[in-house]
């Protein structure tokens, strides 16, 4: 079983920064891209960020220049880093990953979420 758990959400003012964290913890496997989502209320799951394993990165155009997503392999983590938070950040962020098991077939896995709120 491989399992995502996300922390480092909160309540933070306009202008703020947070910092998310995002652990696969588990035997046996490997992962491949990671990526972090984020829903807001009454709108549609959007990506964020992603990252590969080589360090290869992509973000929304609404947070680019202000978002910074990085992993470390040895710990099967990735963190994003938000700056510069506005009220429209605010959603719950999710972290996937894909894995790759030792053995069958690469798989993706779903973090249960963090909420992010921006508000002064």
């Known amino acids: 079983q491989v399992h995502l758990v996300e922390s480092g959400g909160g309540l933070v003012q306009p202008g703020g920064s947070l910092r998310l964290s995002c652990a696969a913890s588990?035997?046996?496997?490997?992962?491949?891209?990671m990526a972090w989502y984020r829903q807001a209320p009454g709108k549609e799951r959007e990506l964020v960020a992603v990252i590969t394993r080589g360090g290869i990165t992509n973000y929304a155009n609404s947070v680019k220049g202000r978002f910074t997503v990085s992993r470390d392999n040895a710990k099967n983590t990735v963190y994003l880093q938000m700056n510069s938070l506005k009220p429209e950040d605010t959603a719950v962020y999710y972290c996937?990953?894909?894995?790759?098991?030792?053995?069958?077939?690469?798989?993706?896995?779903w973090g249960r979420g963090t909420q992010v709120t921006v508000s002064s």
């Open positions: 588990g035997t046996g496997f490997s992962i491949n891209n």
């Open positions: 996937k990953a894909v894995v790759l098991p030792t053995t069958g077939y690469s798989f993706e896995r």
